[in-house]
Structure formats: structure tokens, C-alpha cells
């Protein structure tokens, strides 16, 4: 069995692999070696507190298997999962183990793995038993962390198919993003941490976890203390076997039953009010209503303003309440990122809109405008709670500018990326009892969170002038023009996409079908308005995607935060590496970052433009090669 | 008189693989049309180039002489399509779906309720089910909204692909009955389907498609010759009927 299942689980993955799939993994794989390492160098430090070193190494493997428990959440479902054997006669108990071996044969397994080595780092320094210790600690935190993804992944999914399933689902799902962010915190607090060490109720919590029960017994290992060595290993090894049994048990058909949501009745469903006449009132209506019914739809509204209630939450902790009035900025932003998959979310229902004269440019709007009504005044009302919570007047215009431009640009990227970088899935009909499996939108998400920053920009550009120039009517001159550059978005690329839709409605409605993008339209001279990013080599898609990774990494969290806390004259460094610096430091440091982060972003503009230029030119060369 | 649909040279590649290979097909005014082929001989393929949801890589299709690539507003007007198994907007009830058709469609608000009054009737989706929405509907249901959507417009040709797969006799009748109305009435109908014996009873023109291929096409008499339509659709295809041989392990 176990064999039988890894082959199987290979050939899968071998026949889904597409070039754009391949960079993106290698992008992935990428980073999640250079964590690993970072971890692993963290073993081998000598730090000033006795106990800081285990508390961090604690932190670090609590923060590996927060990822392993969110990743299937935007990644889809594993490969092989125990719907696809639930005709076959075989026991759960042996179908569990063949689909364990199944998922650690994986690349994400091996760099886990490599991560967790660290333990044996750790142990290596102490004593000699303690390495004989750490070695099945190791396995058992392997096992316990590709456990704990998949029992997570089935409880979710059973969860997800309810609409209340699903806020509990967005909300948990959005504490452990923004959980696992916080490791900034780590990284970058990492000077405040040498000096004075963890609070110590907050390393007892830590030392609590499951995931830190290793550490536990390879410590006491090097002590000598025999019952703690092998105390938390059996208690870890009790868990694992408890997940597994828990996993086994989850894996057949699902027995409770999928909440049904009612329709209107006869007499409602006739009934038409002023605001859902005419082509768009009707899409309008019809994306309202299934906002409202779509338990996936539930969990796209509750993710951002739960991520970013959540994310202001915790700077508590250090008494920082400036990113309170930024909070319905930031549910704008998470909204857009989270929601842009609008027509691979409808499926190959794409048909009807194909077969209906020239209502493209209707729907795309009414999709927008649906967007603008769910998440408008909701994350207006945030912005205006947040700020009257903060107090400081000041901060109002940045809050308001951010939250417009947002929204605005949100609206007309949502549309834009929807058609031009759509991710195929299952059809809404097929998933039904299984809404976790869908197409990967890890991708899509960065790519969305990107560029609604990057519209932000002239907003918060104007804002910062006037705070640097001391001009309050600069100042809030912000917000005009984050009205201007939103309306601009929604209204300018709303109407590209529409357009494309109606030039490319067949190509992305065989896209949804067949799960693969055309690759017949060579010799056709159709090739230059094809999406660079469907086209694009899988080397220049993991260099686009790094580049921008870097721009939004250096321009934002490095370069613009810092920026706004330093004008406003707070006094916290919260997680910003320019605040940590001597103050004659700290400017030029936050430029540098500015700096990077542009770099970064022009990076990725001019790998996009290369491979568009090249499109471009492709037929002509095709045209003169056959001439 | 222009044939209500025409297909001229239509091809697809799919990779190496050749889907459809210069086809040609003629639906003439006011008939019932079968396209029938074995399962992966180009027919979905065909029929999703013919009604603007598949781009040819050659070839053209009109309906009633307009060319659905070229103009696509004035054909989609022109067409009923049911396509087999793809999605609807699911979160909506089949009035609202209807209703929501009918308004895009350009149909006064009074007519759309009366048609989908009248249709829902038909397809037996009011009542119990009204309130059901199309994603918890049953594969039969599917079919049956599905077949409600092309008929609200008052389409003058309806391409139908597989229409009674998975539909109950009770339903299936039906549509049947719907179908050969809307043909007496002056309308034409295109429908594929691998059941010989409902292309037999429904249809007055066949066309027999294998490999990519059309292979044989023309009244339904003339096609089958005094024969049963399922062995001249044998011999016309070329293969053998297996599952005589092997299998000794089941059963034994």
C-alpha cells in the first residue's frame, strides 16, 4: 500500500506540473531552504541568557507547524486524499499509513526536515546522549507536524461547508497568518530579545507545546535528568499516535450532512428593486445573493478584517495602538488579496456569459460593485472605529487615503487579475461537500497584495508630503487623491478586463475546463494578446516573483511603516530593523529600504515587460520564418 | 434558404492531437439533427467550436448565415446552447436563475416571469423544489434548468449536447415532447448523444462522426439503409465490439 501510494502520489504531481506551478514552487522551495538554514544557524549561537536559546528554538518550530497548518488552506488539498479511496476496500488504518508515507515523500517534508535538524544541532552541543535523544525527536516532530496539516486540513473542511463553519474557519485561519507574520518580532526584535531574554510567562506557554516537547527531553538529556528525556518524548509520541488515530477517522466519507442554504421563494425571486434593473442590476443581484449563500464566500469576507483586527491586536502587546486606524486600510488590501479569484471561484459557468450578446462589460462591473458593496462600508465603518479608538486626528488622513485607495484599486484590480491571472479549480458543483479544494491562489494572492500597495502609493505619497512639509492641507489633500487614483482603477482596468473577457472569454472558459491553459494558438497570430504570465518560462516567473517579493518586502513593511511611525514621533521600534538603529542610522536605513523595495518592484515590472515584448513579437518572427 | 446551421472546415488541435479534422456539417431548417459518435470522437469539441464557447483553429460556423466568430451578438441571439456538464451561477434558485437570464436577455419583466412560470412547470422545478438552489439540484434537475435556459429567449436553433444524459424516462419524455415541439413549430435542433435508439426516435438527419471525422451524414433513412442505426454506426466507425475475450478472472 505504502509503495502502491507514493507512486501514485508522484505520477499526480508529475502530470499537474505546469511551468508557472514549477516557478512558483521554486520560489517556495527557495525561501523555505533559507528558513530552514536561518534555523539551523540558530542552533550553533551562543546567546547572553541560558534560556534564550530554547525559547527561540521553541518559537521557531511552533512557528514551522503554524505554516504546515495554514499552507493547505491557499495551497488547496494534498495531491492524494482519502476521497479518492473511499470505494476502495481498504482498511482506514492502512489507507492512513500509505497516505503518511505518501506525505512525507515530499520536498516540503525534506526541508521541514532540515529545519528540525536544528534539534539535533542543539543536542550535539550539549551532550552525546543528548543526541541519541534528539534523533527520534526529530522524526516524532516531523510526524507530529505533517499530522497536525492534515487533521487541520479534513476539520476545516468538514467546517468550511457551513457558513458559520466558515467564519470560524477565516477567523482561525487569519490568527495563525497573522501568528505566523509575527515572527518579525523574532527576526528583527532580535537585539531587544538578547538583552533581556522571553517574558518568562510567555516561554512557559511556549515550552507547553507539543512542538517543543523535544527540546524538553533533549535538554534534560544533557542535564542527565532521565525521567524529563523521556517523559515529553512518550507524551509526543502519544500525540502522534492520537493524531494519526484522529486522521484515520477522519479520512472515510463525511457523515454529518452539509447545511443546506434556501433560495427565495416564487414571489421574491420575481420581485425586482430599482437598484437591480437593467443587464448590471441583474448580475448585481446575482452576486449579491450568492456573496450572502456561498459558504467560500462567507470566508473570503470574515479573512481580511479578522487578519487585520488581529494583526493591531497584538502590537498591544508592546502598547502600540498606531496601527489601529490603519486597520480597514489593511482589511481592504487582505479583501482584494484574498477575493481575487472571481471567475475561477465561478467555474466554467464562464458559459453563459459567453453565450448572452455582449453583457461582459456588465458583469465585470456588477462583480466590482458586488466587491465595493460587501466590503465598503465595512471596512470604512473599521477605519472610522479604529481611528476614533486611537484618538490622534493626525493619522486620519493617512487612514482614510489608505482605506479609498484600497478599496478603489482594489475593485479594478480584482477585475483585472481575475481575467489575466485566473487559477482553475474544480467547479463550484463538484466541490461542493469539499470547498478546500481549489486551485492554488498562494500566487495570486502575493501578486494582488502587490499591486493594491502599489496604488496606494500616490495616496500615501501626498500624505507624507504634507506631513514632511508641514502642510495639513497637503496632508489631506491625501484623500482626494486616493478617491481620484481608486475611481481611476476601478473604472480604467474594470474596462480592460471586460474587454479581455470578450476577446478571451473561450480561451479562459477552456482554461477552467481542462484545468490547462491553450496551447494550440501558435501559427494563429494570436499570441500577442495572450497573458505574459501563463506563457512565461518557469525561470523568468520565480525571478519575476522574488523581485516583487523584495519590492513589497523592502517598500512596505521595512520602508514605508517605519517611514509613517518615525514622522508621527512614536517612540516605539515595534519590528522595524530602520528603528533599531542609531538614530543618525535610521533615515538613511529607511531609505536604502525605499530604495530596495523600488528596486525590487521595477525588477519585476521589467521581466513582465520582457516576456510581454517577446509575445509581441513571437507571430511576426513565426509569420517571417514561414514567408 | 440559408441551413439554420452550417459548419464549414472546422479544426481543433489539441497538442499533437487532432480533435476535430476538418469538419463539415449541415443543419437544414425545421429538422432534428443527431450527431452521434463514439466517446472521444470530437463531438463536444465540434459542437463547442459551432456555438462560439471553443475557438477553431480553422474553419467557420454560421447560423442562419451569420458567422458565429465574426458576429458573435447577432448569432448567440439566433442560438439555444446546452453544453453537458459545466457550471451554472449555483447560489441562485431556478427562478432566479431564469429571471436573471430574462433580464439579460432584454426580456420585459412580465414576460420573463410568465416564461419562467410556464417553464419551471414544464421541468417540474417549482413546488418543492423552488427554493432548492442549483447546486444542491440533482443531475437530472441540472439537465432540465439547463434546457430551460436555452429555451427562454425563443432561440430559432438549439445545439444540446448529451440533453438526456442521466435524465429520468418520466423527464426525459418530457424534453422529448418540448423538443418535438419546437421543431413542428419551425425550429431545428442539434443534439449529440451516444444512444442510437433516441437519435432513431427523435431525429430526422444524422450525421456519424469518428476520429475527428465526419464519416457519414444525410437523412436518417438514407444513412442507415434498412438497417438498425447502431450497425450501420458500427461498420461506419470501424471497430470492433469488444468484451468477448479476456476477463477469465471474472466471475470464474
Redesign the interface.
Known amino acids: 500500500m505504502v509503495g502502491v501510494l507514493i507512486r501514485m502520489k508522484l505520477a499526480v504531481l508529475r502530470h499537474s506540473t505546469t511551468d508557472a506551478k514549477m516557478a512558483l514552487s521554486g520560489l517556495g522551495r527557495t525561501v523555505g531552504i533559507c528558513l530552514a538554514v536561518t534555523t539551523l544557524v540558530l542552533a550553533c549561537l551562543d546567546f547572553s541568557h541560558p534560556r534564550l536559546l530554547m525559547d527561540l528554538l521553541a518559537v521557531t518550530f511552533a512557528l514551522w507547524a503554524l505554516g504546515w497548518m495554514v499552507g493547505p488552506i491557499f495551497a488547496g488539498e494534498p495531491a492524494l486524499n482519502g476521497e479518492h479511496f473511499h470505494r476502495q476496500p481498504i482498511p482506514r488504518r492502512t489507507l492512513a499509513m500509505g497516505l503518511l508515507a505518501a506525505a512525507l515523500v515530499a520536498v516540503t517534508t525534506a526541508i521541514t526536515l532540515l529545519a528540525f535538524c536544528a534539534l539535533i544541532v542543539f543536542a550535539a552541543r550539549l551532550s552525546r546522549a543528548a543526541v541519541v535523544v534528539s534523533v527520534p525527536a526529530v522524526v516524532l516532530l516531523l510526524l507530529l507536524v505533517v499530522l497536525l496539516s492534515r487533521v487541520v486540513t479534513l476539520l476545516f473542511r468538514s467546517l468550511a461547508r457551513s457558513r458559520l463553519g466558515g467564519v470560524v474557519t477565516a477567523t482561525v485561519t487569519a490568527a495563525m497568518v497573522s501568528l505566523s507574520s509575527f515572527s518579525w518580532v523574532l527576526i528583527i526584535g532580535v537585539s531587544l530579545l538578547l538583552e533581556y531574554g522571553f517574558p518568562p510567562a510567555f516561554s512557559t506557554v511556549v515550552r507547553a507545546l507539543p512542538t517543543s516537547w523535544g527540546l524538553l527531553a533533549v535538554e534534560a538529556a544533557g542535564r542527565g535528568d532521565w525521567p524529563w528525556a523521556v517523559g515529553p518524548l512518550v507524551a509526543l509520541a502519544a500525540v502522534v499516535v492520537a493524531l494519526f488515530l484522529a486522521w484515520s477517522a477522519l479520512l472515510g466519507p463525511q457523515r454529518t450532512a452539509r447545511p443546506v442554504v434556501r433560495g427565495s421563494s416564487a414571489h421574491k425571486a420575481a420581485r425586482r428593486g430599482p437598484l437591480f434593473r437593467g443587464d448590471q442590476g441583474a448580475v448585481y443581484l446575482k452576486e449579491l445573493r450568492t456573496w450572502w449563500r456561498d459558504p467560500v464566500r462567507t470566508q473570503g469576507i470574515v479573512m481580511g478584517p479578522a487578519f487585520s483586527i488581529i494583526t493591531v491586536l497584538f502590537p498591544l502587546i508592546f502598547g502600540f495602538t498606531a496601527g489601529f486606524p490603519f486597520v480597514g486600510a489593511a482589511s481592504a488590501l487582505m479583501a482584494a488579496a484574498t477575493c481575487a479569484n472571481l471567475y475561477g471561484q465561478d467555474g466554467t459557468a464562464l458559459w453563459l456569459t459567453l453565450t448572452i450578446p455582449g453583457k461582459e462589460k456588465a458583469d465585470v462591473r456588477a462583480r466590482q460593485l458586488a466587491w465595493l458593496t460587501v466590503f465598503g462600508p465595512l471596512t470604512l465603518a473599521l477605519t472610522i472605529l479604529g481611528c476614533l479608538l486611537h484618538g490622534d486626528a493626525s493619522l486620519v488622513p493617512w487612514a482614510l487615503a489608505g482605506t479609498l485607495a484600497a478599496l478603489g484599486g482594489g475593485s479594478g484590480l480584482l477585475a483585472w487579475v481575475s481575467v489575466n491571472a485566473l487559477v482553475p479549480g474544480p467547479d463550484p458543483h463538484k466541490s461542493k461537500n469539499s470547498p478546500m479544494d481549489h486551485g492554488d491562489v498562494t500566487g495570486q494572492s502575493f501578486l494582488m497584495s502587490f499591486l493594491v500597495a502599489l496604488v496606494m502609493c500616490p495616496a500615501l505619497g501626498v500624505a507624507w508630503a504634507g506631513h514632511a512639509l508641514e502642510l495639513p492641507a497637503l496632508l489631506w489633500a491625501s484623500v482626494p487623491v486616493a478617491l481620484l487614483t481608486g475611481v481611476l482603477c476601478h473604472v480604467k482596468l474594470g474596462s480592460v478586463a471586460a474587454r479581455t473577457l470578450r476577446d478571451k472569454g473561450p480561451e479562459l472558459l477552456h482554461l477552467m475546463r481542462s484545468g490547462k491553459p491553450t496551447s494550440t494558438t501558435e501559427g494563429t497570430g494570436e499570441d500577442a494578446d495572450t497573458s505574459p504570465f501563463t506563457t512565461m518560462s518557469g525561470k523568468r516567473q520565480t525571478l519575476m516573483w522574488s523581485a516583487m517579493a523584495v519590492g513589497i518586502l523592502g517598500l512596505f513593511p521595512q520602508g514605508l511603516a517605519p517611514l509613517g511611525i518615525k514622522l508621527s514621533g512614536s517612540p516605539d521600534k515595534v519590528w522595524f530593523l530602520a528603528l533599531h538603529v542609531p538614530e543618525p542610522w535610521q533615515w538613511p536605513v529607511i531609505a536604502v529600504m525605499i530604495v530596495i523595495g523600488l528596486a525590487g518592484s521595477w525588477g519585476a515590472y521589467l521581466v513582465y515587460r520582457t516576456e510581454k515584448n517577446r509575445l509581441r513579437a513571437a507571430p511576426l518572427v513565426a509569420s517571417g520564418t514561414r514567408g | 434558404m440559408a441551413p439554420s446551421l452550417e459548419i464549414a472546415g472546422l479544426v ?4 499533437d492531437k487532432t480533435a476535430v479534422d476538418h469538419i463539415d456539417l449541415n443543419v437544414p431548417q425545421g429538422s432534428f439533427y443527431g450527431l452521434v459518435g463514439p466517446n472521444g470522437a470530437g463531438k463536444t469539441t465540434a459542437l463547442s467550436m459551432a ?5 477553431p ?1 480553422g474553419g467557420r460556423a454560421l447560423v442562419h448565415g451569420v458567422d458565429v466568430w465574426e458576429e ?3 448569432a ?2 439566433l ?1 439555444g ?1 446546452l ?1 453537458d456538464g ?8 431556478g ?2 436563475l431564469l ?3 430574462g ?3 432584454g426580456l420585459s ?1 412580465e414576460e ?2 410568465g416564461r ?1 412560470d410556464e417553464l419551471l412547470a414544464v421541468m417540474e422545478l ?1 413546488g418543492s423544489a ?7 439540484y440533482s443531475t437530472g434537475m ?1 439537465k432540465k434548468i439547463g434546457l430551460a ?1 436555452t429555451l427562454l429567449h425563443a432561440p430559432k436553433v438549439l445545439v444540446l449536447d448529451e440533453p438526456l444524459e442521466a435524465v429520468d424516462p418520466v423527464s426525459a419524455a418530457t424534453i422529448k415532447r418540448i423538443l418535438k415541439r419546437f421543431v413542428e413549430g419551425g425550429g431545428s435542433v442539434l443534439i449529440s448523444s451516444h444512444v442510437m435508439a433516441l437519435v432513431e426516435e427523435l431525429c430526422d438527419t444524422v450525421g456519424v462522426m469518428a476520429r475527428g471525422r465526419v464519416v457519414a451524414q444525410g437523412p436518417l433513412d438514407e444513412v442507415r439503409g434498412g438497417r438498425s442505426l447502431e450497425e450501420t454506426f458500427v461498420d461506419l466507425v470501424g471497430v470492433t465490439i469488444g468484451g468477448g475475450e479476456g476477463l477469465s478472472w471474472l466471475a470464474s
Open positions: 481543433k488541435r489539441f497538442g456555438v462560439g464557447l471553443l475557438r483553429d458573435p451578438l447577432r448567440r441571439r442560438m446552447v453544453p459545466l457550471a451554472m451561477p449555483e447560489r441562485l434558485t427562478r432566479e429571471t436573471y437570464l433580464q439579460l436577455h419583466a420573463v416571469d419562467a417549482d423552488e427554493r432548492t438552489l442549483v447546486v444542491d441540472r435556459t
